[in-house]
């Protein structure tokens, strides 16, 4: 069938064909069925969505990432990509072999696979897991899949927690502090999974974060380092639609988990890296054991590609930082650079830095290049270098209007805080996309409480919004107050 194009904008990044319902009955195209487009510059597939109004009979529309094509076009019906066959091979619990990972990997990256089984394949990895075997396969896959970043440098640095901690944005901090002792760290970053803040949401708070390789490039020759997206350049791009399909469900199954962190690494021509794993109730790892499993299984994997991979278990049971949140993660990162900010964020910092710098081999003090403000200085030069304000302070940076303070309603202890639910509080506030909306954590486990004392402040940029979030809190609580005998009794 031959048909015109129109380029069309429905909202959506996926490789979408409009067809009218007249075109689409003769085509014999059902709705999510794929289409294969001949065009002047080669051929291309479209995923079909059927209408009666967008597009006339003996049209076509396309959405961006087809609107390069150019009509008149032949258009046929294109067969169910052979790596449908090995998702449903995963969601019967089989494993899967190199060949078949592979071209999964290579239908995501081509945009074959339709919401749907996209959705099929992450919900098969969380419900059966990933084998060690699979796990290496699909990071090289991932990783091999886009651009490459090379560097002269013998090593390059770089830093990953698993995250699922609350306020627990170091990054920036350890990025300013290494490369100040001079290592190169260029540090591609991922938008919030399922948490209310990614590192590059938070820094998009102070500048820009979407570069091009050039232009990371230009910003490491410059600073050491960088602070960006790693979805606004080609690296381990398979890794973002993943992500894009895990995000409404907030899952972060553990294989794919150590195929999304290892593949950006690798894209990123890191050579040397740290990874955090916090551990504890209501973290993504619940127990010290599975945390050294999931270390182990890092390591393994990141021989495999050639890194050298240090794990850093650390404790996930409190919030890192106060804030949580774009805004108020910004916050406290912006005041311990400053020399002052939340105590447990500062050490948490000092901690990675210096654990990074002896991985790497670099004999220099974390804690005197923070104290010294020469780390704030760096990060003030990185900051201008992605376009925006080096003078900005801590102090300009106000969270959500619309707030309100929850108060403990009996004297005691605190004897919980959930970092699941306070991030799950913070995301119905509306973070991450709204910036400035999150929590202000006032107290922690173990903590002393008198009956009306500020638990946690909520901000959001909305009333409906903070109506929403002070409704789930009443349902939640995630910083749980006892009397003292009651805490006794719990603690044993």
């Known amino acids: 069938m031959q048909l015109d194009v129109t380029a069309t904008d429905i909202g959506t990044s996926r490789p979408l064909v409009l067809l009218n319902t007249v075109d689409a009955a003769e085509l014999g195209a059902h709705p999510i069925d794929r289409v294969r487009i001949e065009h002047a510059d080669g051929t291309s597939t ?3 969505k ?8 003996g049209t076509m529309g396309l959405t961006e990432p087809l609107h390069h094509v150019r009509g008149p076009v032949d258009v046929t019906l294109a067969g169910t990509p052979q790596s449908v066959r090995y998702v449903r091979k995963k969601l019967d619990d089989i494993e899967l072999e190199a060949a078949e990972l592979e071209r999964i990997v290579e ?6 696979l339709s919401d749907i089984e996209l959705g099929a394949y992450v919900s098969a ?6 084998s060690l075997s699979e796990t290496k396969h699909l990071t090289r896959a991932m990783a091999e899949a886009g651009q490459q970043l090379t560097w002269d440098a013998p090593v390059v640095a770089d830093k990953h927690s698993i995250g699922g901690v609350a306020g627990n944005c170091v990054t920036p901090i350890v990025v300013s ?31 820009d974060v979407e570069f091009s390789i050039d232009g990371i490039e230009s910003i490491v020759a410059e600073t050491n380092g960088c602070l960006v997206w790693g979805g606004g350049v080609d690296l ?34 890191s050579t040397h890296v740290v990874i955090d794993i916090p551990y ?17 299984d890092i390591k393994r994997v990141g021989e495999d590609l050639g890194m050298d991979i240090t794990c850093v278990i650390t404790h996930g049971t409190d919030p890192v930082g106060r804030g949580v949140g774009p805004v108020l993660e910004a916050r406290d990162v912006l005041e311990v650079l400053e020399g002052a900010g939340p105590e447990s964020l500062r050490l948490k910092s000092i901690r990675i830095a210096e654990i990074l710098l002896d991985h790497c081999g670099v004999d220099a003090s974390a804690t005197e290049i923070l104290d010294s403000g020469r780390a704030l200085d760096r990060f003030r030069r990185i900051v201008a270098a992605q376009n925006g304000d080096p003078a900005i302070e801590s102090n300009d940076l106000e969270p959500g209007g619309k707030s309100t303070i929850v108060r403990s309603e009996r004297s005691g202890f605190v004897t919980r805080v959930d970092n699941r639910r306070l991030c799950d509080l913070a995301r119905r506030a509306g973070a991450p996309l709204d910036a400035r909306a999150g929590l202000v954590i006032h107290r922690t486990d ?47």
């Not at 173990?446 to 009443?474: C, F, M, N, Q, R």
């Open 46 to 48: 479209g995923i079909v």
């Open 50 to 57: 059927r209408t009666d109004e967008l597009v006339a009979p």
């Open 107 to 112: 239908d995501i990256y081509e945009d074959r």
């Open 125 to 130: 990895v969380y419900t059966n897991g990933l």
């Open 177 to 207: 502090i290494v490369t100040e002792a001079g290592l190169t760290m260029p540090k591609t970053s991922s938008r919030a999974v399922t948490s209310p803040a990614g590192t590059a949401d938070v820094m998009e708070v102070f500048c």
């Open 236 to 269: 381990s791009p398979v890794d973002d639609e993943i992500i894009r399909a895990e995000n409404p469900l907030s899952i972060d199954p553990q294989g794919q988990l150590v195929a999304s962190v290892l593949s950006k690494k690798r894209s990123a021509g």
């Open 280 to 296: 504890g109730e209501g973290a993504k790892v619940e127990s010290l054991v599975g945390a050294r499993e999931l270390a182990d």
């Open 446 to 492: 173990g903590t002393t409480v008198e009956s009306g004392d500020p638990l946690y402040t909520i901000h959001a940029e909305t009333e409906p919004k903070l109506a929403e979030a002070d409704s789930l809190a009443d349902r939640l609580e995630p910083i749980r107050v006892r009397s003292k005998a009651d805490a006794l009794v719990e603690r044993r």
